[in-house]
T-cell receptor, first 109, second 112 residues
């Protein structure tokens, strides 16, 4: 079966760095996506990785290792507005997205 | 403004009363999809459409219908809603890069 695993909840301090991990087992692989979802709102696209390595976009970076079935989202210089759920999704061999349940990130002052 | 418009935002109904949730996008996207989101389960795909007049079942299609008569519109129909369809629903669209989705603002549905 297809499976995406990520921690249910994480807590971090304003100004710090946090890493949210995602491991996956899917039928084929055509890319991994990270989305941000604030409470009561729609998910918004953050990043896309299809090749191994690190993709940096401002305070956010995303890493992929296809051989390990592993990705992480790194958030630097945390701000209170980063409090949200972070969703990991993998595009399978049929180009359909398989979603993780999401990681709720709580930022404390 | 490029957007996916979903209505209504909130809906309370009773078991068995047919309802439609509308979804419209103004970005000329070929791909559109419906998801439901339940606590602890993440997003689950109900139906998707690769283009006009082409629809396919997702992971949880039972109890739902869709149609894609025009490129911009992709309504979700619940012919006979049941309480287990109480959920937060999202419509989404995309260009050829299916994974980079643009989501509507969501519809919180309660079936009593």
């Amino acid at each position: 079966g297809q499976n995406i695993d990520q921690p249910t909840e994480m807590t971090a301090t304003e100004g710090a760095i946090v890493q949210i991990n995602c491991t996956y087992q899917t039928s084929g692989f055509n890319g991994l996506f990270w989305y941000q979802q604030h409470a009561g709102e729609a998910p918004t696209f953050l990043s896309y990785n299809v090749l191994d390595g690190l993709e940096e976009k401002g305070r956010f970076s995303s890493f992929l290792s296809r051989s390990k079935g592993y990705s992480y989202l790194l958030l630097k210089e945390l701000q209170m507005k980063d409090s949200a759920s972070y969703l990991c999704a993998v595009q399978d061999s049929n180009y359909q997205l398989i979603w993780g349940a999401g990681t709720k990130l709580i930022i404390k002052p | 403004e490029a957007q996916v418009t979903q209505n209504p935002r909130y809906l309370i109904t009773v078991t068995g009363k047919k309802l439609t949730v509308t979804c419209s996008q103004n970005m000329n996207h070929e791909y559109m999809s419906w998801y439901r989101q339940d606590p602890g389960l993440g997003l689950r795909q109900i139906y998707y459409s690769m283009n006009v007049e082409v629809t396919d079942k997702g992971d949880v299609p039972e109890g739902y219908k869709v149609s894609r008569k025009e490129k911009r519109n992709f309504p979700l129909i619940l012919e006979s809603p049941s309480p287990n369809q109480t959920s937060l629903y999202f419509c989404a669209s995309s260009t050829g890069e299916v994974g980079k989705l643009f989501f509507g603002s969501g519809t919180q549905l309660s079936v009593l």
